[in-house]
C-alpha cells in the first residue's frame, strides 16, 4: 500500500523567501507528525496533529513556522521568511490513532537548503 | 547522495555475523521504545518496537532488549546482511505525550 508522500523531495529558497512543504499521510491515519532533522543528527519533533486539531506544537522553533491541517488530511508546514538555520531535512510521519502506543511510518522528507 | 550521520559512531561488523547496536534513554517515564533504520536520502524505517512493561521482543532477525533500570535499549540483529548497512536510531515516547525522542544514531557498515 502507498506509504507517507512528501513533496517537493528537494527545495532551495533564498533567505527571506516563504516556502510551503506538503505531507500525505497514509490513509486513515488519524495522527500526523513534523520533524525537523538536521546532517549527521536524530529527527527532533517540531508539531503533532490528531485529525485537524494541532494538539502539540511545543517543538516550532519560531513563530515563522506554521503547520496546518485543515481537513484532518493532508498537512502543510509553512516557513515564513527563511533563515540559513532552516535548511534541514523535514520529515512527516503518521500512525493510525491518537494517544496509542503504535510506531510511526515516516516520509522520506523534504531537504530544503536555504542559500 | 547525501549521507545521513557523517560523524555518527560507527560499527563494523563482517557479513553473517551479529550486530548488537546500543543506546542509552533519557526518560524513566517514557513508556514506549523504537527502532528505526535509516538509509542515506530516505526517512526512517520501522524495524521493531517494545513497551515498558516487556524487558525482550523479536522479530525476523531482530531482538530489541529493554532495561529499565539502568534506562537501556539494545537491538541485535542476527546474520548481518550488506543490506543491512544504515543508520540506526533509538527513540523514546514519554507516558504523557505523542512525540518520539530520538537518540543520536549509530552507523553500521556490514563487510563483505
Known amino acids: 500500500g502507498a506509504g507517507v508522500s512528501q513533496s517537493p523531495r528537494y527545495k532551495v529558497a533564498k533567505r527571506g523567501q516563504d516556502v510551503a512543504l506538503r505531507c500525505d499521510p497514509i490513509s486513515g491515519h488519524v495522527s500526523l507528525f513534523w520533524y525537523q532533522q538536521a546532517l549527521g543528527q536524530g529527527p527532533e519533533f517540531l508539531t503533532y496533529f490528531q485529525n485537524e486539531a494541532q494538539l502539540d506544537k511545543s517543538g516550532l522553533p519560531s513563530d515563522r513556522f506554521f503547520a496546518e491541517r485543515p481537513e484532518g488530511s493532508v498537512s502543510t508546514l509553512k516557513i515564513q521568511r527563511t533563515q540559513q538555520e532552516d535548511s534541514a531535512v523535514y520529515l512527516c510521519?503518521?500512525?493510525?490513532?491518537?494517544?496509542?502506543?503504535?510506531?510511526?511510518?515516516f516520509g522520506d522528507g523534504t531537504r530544503l537548503s536555504i542559500l | 547522495g547525501e549521507s545521513v550521520g557523517l560523524h555518527l559512531p560507527t560499527l563494523s561488523v563482517q557479513e553473517g555475523d551479529n550486530s548488537i547496536i546500543n543506546c542509552a534513554y533519557s526518560?524513566?517515564?517514557?513508556?514506549?521504545f523504537i527502532w528505526y533504520k535509516q538509509e542515506s536520502g530516505k526517512g526512517p524505517q520501522f524495524i521493531i518496537d517494545?513497551?515498558?512493561?516487556?524487558d525482550k521482543r523479536q522479530g525476523q532477525r531482530v531482538t530489541v532488549l529493554l532495561n529499565k533500570t539502568v534506562k537501556h535499549l539494545s537491538l541485535q540483529i542476527a546474520a548481518t546482511q550488506p543490506g543491512d548497512s544504515a543508520v540506526y536510531f533509538c527513540?523514546?515516547?514519554?507516558?504523557?505525550?505523542?512525540?518520539?525522542?530520538f537518540g543520536g544514531g549509530t552507523r553500521v557498515l556490514v563487510k563483505p
Open positions: 510521519a503518521s500512525s493510525p490513532v491518537g494517544n496509542s502506543n503504535q510506531p510511526q511510518h
Open positions: 526518560n524513566s517515564a517514557s513508556d514506549y
Open positions: 527513540a523514546e515516547k514519554g507516558a504523557a505525550g505523542n512525540k518520539l525522542t
Open positions: 517494545i513497551r515498558s512493561n516487556m
